[in-house]
């Protein structure tokens, strides 16, 4: 029997938004139906097998726009299978400290909402800064260079530090949990 899934995430320079089309991708191929919302679009997470629910994150938060529908749709999102994915810059270093800060951030999100996921995964972002403006581009740049040690990097190219073979794992993983949920 095929699985409609519901993907609703929140991107503030579009990585998120790439994941999640490499997610929808994967699933397609398995023969699911998916519907990909913006949680900013308020979708109802009422009548699907699982929902994947997806974010990134900028100083330290994850998005209002995710935090509000998570609240919205708090009981509709206990009652169903939940797979929960955050993608930031921390989790582009896999060492001890930078994971257990990532993983903070998914326990802050989680605390601040009620929301108890049965799946959790970290993903590495990009630094996007043929997607930023003049101000962005030059902190992150800055920012590029602590991370490394060296000098700023060339801003005409972006940076993506994704692990997309991770990104598959995890809807496979997801699916799993919808099917065994079903
Ligand atoms: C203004 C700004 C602030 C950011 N702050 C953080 C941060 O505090 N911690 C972090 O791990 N990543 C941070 N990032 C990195 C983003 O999480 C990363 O670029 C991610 O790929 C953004 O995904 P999106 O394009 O879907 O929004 C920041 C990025 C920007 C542009």
Redesign the pocket.
Known sequence: MSLRILICF??????????VDRMREVLEAAGCEVVVSQAGDDPSPEGFDGVIVGD??????HSRALKRWIARHGDALDASPVALFQ?????ADSDEEHTA??QQ?VSRLLDATGLDPDLVAMFA????FT??GWL?RR??AK?AAERTGGAEPDTSHDIEY?DWDEVEHFARDALAVFQHAG
Not at 10 to 19: D, F, I, L, P, R
Not at 87 to 91: D, E, F, H, P, Y
Request: charged residues 15%.
């Open positions: 929140h991107s503030g320079e579009g990585q998120t938004a790439k994941v990134s994150i900028h100083a330290g938060q993608v930031s810059l921390t989790s800060e990532a951030m972002g990009a630094i996007a997607r930023y962005k902190m992150m920012i994704t």
